[in-house]
């Protein structure tokens, strides 16, 4: 083995002064032998460095099989088309939510004025909204209370747009749907519920369509 | 330059210029130090809570005037005494990382070819775990990118050393992996 086996990884990471780097360089122009022990250390090195990169990496890939992912999106996406074409024709049977309207109609400058503006508002704030329930439990009308039993009001205060595709992986959502944001806010302010509606627009049209 | 004035300004510029280099920092040195603690055996979740810790000392430290002097350095020397600390206070062995297989085998590559590079990788893997600690974080830190003398800064021991031991454990992973 040859004087400059101990300083040829040095020379490959810079670390070596001037005079021993111009050395190293000129023996290697000579010595075959080094040149294959630098290209040695060179994919050791990179070997190396690869193998650590990848130790974070298969922390997410390890954590679930490939189609779990794709098989939950589907099945969330089934499940709310189903919410989607049940709910408005059966309210009765879906189970009982406490109305917002109070809260609302209790602290109606909180929810024209006091809220942070959402990410994306689709809908302007509407304010005379917020008290609009009020009457309908003051008249007692039955078919208002069966409707507040299980729904938010039919306008939110604040609707947030969410494309399907922040949600949901590539492909698992039909193209052109999207989801509505509902959400109410407390009298305090703070956000009280929020409801995901499925919008099927895109998709209805395209059938429509010869 | 009156008395007054003096004592609240600088403060101030100080927060102000120590935030703007802590967040430079940051985002350049995050993934390495994340990587170099994964790799030394912490959890995830840990290695995330470190790297949190690591910068919260740097944005007090720039804050109250320390020195800005090799900082990259200063702060692997953080994250490595508070991980150090951490395995520590839960009784685990520091000398252990890379205990898990690595599978990193692209899935782009044919069947012959993912054999080929597992192989490869558990043969890597194996001559890793066979390098001292002290190999093993001298790599670790050269792979982060930081010099010689960064390194022995970090593990607390000579330039010349980290040179020899460098040296040493790329030769011994050169040999076991016939690369």
Redesign the interface.
Known sequence: MCDFS?KL??WL?H?LPAEETAAVERHLEACSVCRC?VD??K???S?????????????A??GMPRWVPVVSAAGAVGVLMLLFLILPRTPGKSPALHAPEAAAAASPAVVGKGLPAPVRSVHRVHRQHAVAPVQNQNENSALAQNQNAYSLPDEPVIQIAIPAEEMFPPGAVPEGMHFVADVTIAADGSAERLRLRPRLAGFERRTTQP | MSGDAAPLALPLSRVSTGACEATTLYRELR?PL???L??LGLS?DEAQDVVQDAFLILHRHLSSGGSQENIRGWLFRVAHNQARNRQNRYDRNFGSP?D?E???VSHEATPERAVLEKE??QQ??KA?RLLTASEREC??L??AGL??REIGEVLGIATSTV?DT??RA??K??EK?H?
């Open positions: 101990g990884i040095a990471d670390e022990r040695a250390y994919r050791a090195s070997e190396f460095d690869a193998y650590c990169e990848e130790a974070i990496a298969p922390n890939r390890r | 993934k994340l990587r170099y994964v790799c995830s890379m898990t690595i599978d990193a490869k990788f890597l893997g890793i790599l670790l050269r792979a010099r010689y040179s460098v040296d790329i030769k992973l050169a992996c690369v």
